[in-house]
T-cell receptor, first 116, second 110 residues
Framework: DSGVTQTPKHLITATGQRVTLRCSPR?????VYWYQQSLDQGLQFLIQ???????AKGNILERFSAQQFPDLHSELNLSSLELGDSALYFC???????????????FGPGTRLTVL | GQSLEQPSEVTAVEGAIVQINCTYQ??????LSWYQQHDGGAPTFLSY????GLEETGRFSSFLSRSDSYGYLLLQELQMKDSASYFC???????????FGKGTRLSVIA
């Protein structure tokens, strides 16, 4: 158990819909990262928040957005869902900003999103 | 841009030793990490190399050569539970804190 929690574990929805994925980082971690992992694919970095502010942006679609709240939990919002958005979505957290060499990321169990 | 290359699949016998290589091309470089991911599970941190040389953690060791842009993960005394995907990842300056390779699927057979 990494200490990172994600809800829900599974989500099944239809094309065109909007969903919200939730992540609570490890106690003391200020950074939250979101990744997408499609079947047989590596981990695609989406976005990072540090202490409530957006820190880094990766290959995140305009239909996707995220935020980090004052209690440091984060939500990833996916809208106008398409079949291709079906994937595992992982949240990770780390102590610092991520640019430090030894700022290890700890991953949550993931949310499996299925778009029908 | 950043790119990492690692074999897609490796098969090894229980009790043996296996090495998973990773080469990278990046703009800037801080270090190389390795993560393990079992099917349906979350990636789990295994090791980090910021300097050249070998880091050992139990049955797992990781090596880095910055001059060759190359690293490897060495798994000794393989067990069936080591069957998983292994990802190398680089820490680089800029917008993406951690860039992952596509992963190597290790199958341990009896």
């Amino acid at each position: 158990d990494s200490g990172v929690t994600q809800t829900p574990k599974h989500l099944i929805t239809a094309t065109g819909q909007r969903v919200t994925l939730r992540c609570s980082p490890r106690s003391g971690d200020l950074s939250v990262y979101w990744y997408q992992q499609s079947l047989d694919q590596g981990l695609q970095f989406l976005i990072q928040y540090y202490n409530g502010e957006e820190r880094a942006k990766g290959n995140i679609l305009e239909r996707f957005s995220a935020q980090q709240f004052p209690d440091l939990h984060s939500e990833l919002n996916l809208s106008s869902l398409e079949l291709g958005d079906s994937a595992l979505y992982f949240c990770a957290s780390s102590v610092a900003t991520g640019g430090l060499a030894t700022d290890t990321q700890y991953f949550g169990p993931g949310t499996r999103l299925t778009v029908l | 841009g950043q790119s990492l290359e690692q074999p897609s699949e490796v098969t090894a016998v229980e009790g043996a030793i296996v090495q998973i290589n990773c080469t990278y091309q990046t703009s800037g470089f801080y270090g190389l990490s390795w993560y393990q991911q079992h099917d349906g599970g979350a990636p789990t941190f295994l090791s980090y190399n910021g300097l050249d040389g070998l880091e050992e953690t139990g049955r797992f060791s990781s090596f880095l050569s910055r001059s060759d842009s190359y690293g490897y993960l060495l798994l000794q005394e393989l067990q069936m539970k080591d069957s998983a995907s292994y990802f190398c990842a680089v820490t680089v300056p800029g917008d993406t804190p951690l860039v992952f390779g596509k992963g190597t699927r290790l199958s341990v057979i009896a």
